[in-house]
């Protein structure tokens, strides 16, 4: 965890701003930590309880920042205020919770999730962003030759497109900007529906469903129950099992065009996934139409270049603990932050980039191979063999281009990218 600094100041200012006396005190700090988390661009609020108190961290471009300390009563009461907004059973602290926020409540998306712990309950706040932002694909920034894969393969009236990546990738972004780009290309002449597990934004002009697993109705069985609603466009939130898999794709080969989203390292692998999910290579291969995977990395402030700031000093200046309201602790004097740049509170990064791999099976002797059950490294093999660029020969070029830094590479890609940059 990085130390907030900057984030910790300014939300404390905002906070002492309060009256601990007043009736509607603690709506009143629900209310700053949504307001305030967005206006640092925070894309997650964490609210986890220890044994004295309640750490509150905010996820920013993909890293998390300690931002403030509450007392245990004071935390367990914002806990159950946001348990209210979201319209979940503040007398159950026992079981998994989730909701979202009512619409009277925030402007913009806002769900809420709950997980029993051993010092009481932790609450994880996901800040959707907004609908007017990566609205499209061209959006995104992606790279050209991706970019149009993808715009073409949209196009289709049929087949599979698999958006793969590890969890916070920007998978599900980029799902929703295809299903608008889908719209924007049909002028909203073809049906668009969605299976999702939850629905992270409304989307307009798109029917969006969510899967009850518990009612029987899952990802599976929904795709086909979907198929009887004359669909021309499906998305499929994320293809977990063989069973799924199989749907989506003989949903694909009865004339619909399907995206979905995936795990998996490479696109490249991604498709040898899917074939130990026991799918027929003849199946995937008839109906996949393109596999985009992606990562998000952190950019580069305008106060830090790849070669002037040694990779120590990243992270912002200590927090200097002052005297505090009583339900709060840890705030550094505003001398202490003199020296950190305003924009990105001394982390050295601001903003995220997009860095992205497509895989089609297109070409006759990948194609071959993979009919034959070839596995991930021969694939690579061969996919490189046509000149297709990887995600590592993106990193490198991103890092020769000053944008992000080797140790932003490793962190998000971990010892390959080490590896390619010492062979």
């Given at each position: 965890m990085q130390d907030g600094g900057r984030l910790t100041s300014s939300f404390a200012a905002a906070v002492n701003r309060l009256s601990p006396r007043d009736d509607a005190y603690v709506p009143a700090v629900v209310s700053t930590i949504l307001q305030e988390s967005r206006q640092q661009r925070a894309s997650d609020v964490h609210l986890v309880p220890e044994e004295t108190q309640l750490r509150m961290q905010w996820r920013i471009d993909g890293v998390l920042h300690g931002v403030a300390r509450f007392d245990r009563e004071l935390g367990a009461r914002l806990i159950a205020r946001f348990k209210v907004l979201a319209g979940l059973l503040t007398y159950r602290t026992e079981v998994p919770q989730e909701g979202r926020v009512a619409r009277e409540h925030s402007a913009q998306e806002v769900r809420v999730s709950t997980f029993p712990t051993l010092y009481g309950e932790k609450a994880a706040i996901r800040l959707f962003a907004d609908n007017d932002q990566l609205r499209l694909p061209c959006e995104l920034g992606l790279p050209t030759e991706i970019l149009n894969s993808l715009t073409a393969a949209l196009s289709e009236t049929s087949g599979v497109i698999l958006l793969s990546g590890p969890s916070g990738s920007g998978k599900t972004t980029s799902a929703y900007a295809c299903l608008r780009e889908v719209l924007q290309q049909s002028g909203h002449s073809r049906c668009v529906m969605t299976l999702e597990d939850p629905i992270e934004s409304s989307l307009p002009g798109v029917t969006q469903a969510q899967v009850r697993p518990v009612a029987g109705f899952d990802l599976a069985s929904g795709v086909k129950s979907l198929l009887r609603q004359d669909p021309d466009v499906i998305l499929v939130g994320e293809i977990r099992d063989a069973a799924t898999a199989e749907a989506v794709f003989q949903a694909a080969l009865t004339g619909h065009l399907v995206i979905s989203t995936f795990h998996a390292g490479t696109a490249v692998e991604a498709m040898a996934r899917l074939l130990e999910m026991q799918l027929e290579p003849y199946l995937i291969r008839s109906a996949l139409r393109l596999v985009v995977c992606q990562r998000l990395l952190r950019k580069l402030c305008q106060c830090r270049t790849a070669t002037s700031v040694p990779s120590a000093a990243f992270s912002a200046n200590p927090a200097i603990p002052l005297t505090s309201p009583d339900n709060?602790?840890?705030?550094?004097?505003?001398?202490?932050?003199?020296?950190?740049?305003?924009?990105?509170?001394?982390?050295?990064?601001?903003?995220?980039?997009?860095?992205?791999?497509?895989?089609?099976?297109?070409?006759?002797?990948?194609?071959?191979?993979?009919?034959?059950?070839?596995?991930?490294?021969?694939?690579?093999?061969?996919?490189?063999?046509?000149?297709?660029?990887?995600?590592?020969?993106?990193?490198?070029?991103?890092?020769?281009?000053?944008?992000?830094?080797?140790?932003?590479?490793?962190?998000?890609?971990?010892?390959?990218?080490?590896?390619?940059?010492?062979?």
């Open positions: 709060f602790s840890g705030f550094p004097t505003e001398s202490s932050l003199a020296s950190v740049c305003s924009r990105c509170g001394g982390t050295g990064y601001f903003g995220r980039l997009v860095l992205a791999e497509s895989q089609q099976l297109e070409d006759p002797e990948l194609a071959a191979a993979f009919l034959q059950r070839a596995d991930a490294r021969h694939l690579q093999s061969l996919a490189s063999a046509q000149g297709v660029i990887s995600l590592q020969q993106r990193a490198q070029q991103a890092v020769q281009e000053g944008r992000t830094s080797h140790e932003e590479v490793f962190r998000v890609m971990g010892r390959g990218f080490q590896m390619l940059q010492n062979s």
